[in-house]
Nanobody, 114 residues
Framework: VQLQASGGGLVQPGGSLRLSCAAS????????MGWYRQAPGNQRELVAT???????TYADSVKGRFTISRDNAKNTVYLQMNSLKAADTAVYYC?????????WGEGTLVTVSS
């Protein structure tokens, strides 16, 4: 499974960005897709996950501001990020999990700064 993420960039505080991550290869119908992030000097942390059936989880720090969604027909997961803060600055990684295996995409940098 290969993952291709896009959508990062520079945004002012309070702004919005939408990240996308498309999976290709042998995709099983039962899977989990998610977004993680890693800020400089910090460990990688969970942002949000979404099961194949649409069940979602969010980190407390992004609840009410970020929305994860997926298009199973396109094997793509999205992360809509609103009301961005400087603390959201990080490299964002998408992950796809199936049959006990985890696959990571290359990160996309999100910088929130005025």
């Amino acid at each position: 499974v290969q993952l291709q993420a896009s959508g990062g960039g520079l945004v002012q505080p309070g702004g919005s960005l939408r990240l996308s991550c498309a999976a290709s290869g042998v995709i099983r119908s039962v899977n989990v897709m998610g977004w993680y992030r890693q800020a400089p000097g910090n460990q990688r942390e969970l942002v949000a996950t979404i099961l194949f059936n649409g069940l979602v989880t969010y980190a407390d720090s992004v609840k009410g501001r970020f929305t994860i969604s997926r298009d199973n027909a396109k094997n793509t997961v999205y992360l809509q990020m609103n009301s961005l803060k400087a603390a959201d600055t990080a490299v964002y990684y998408c992950k796809h999990s199936q049959l006990g295996n985890d696959y990571w995409g290359e990160g996309t940098l999100v910088t929130v700064s005025s």
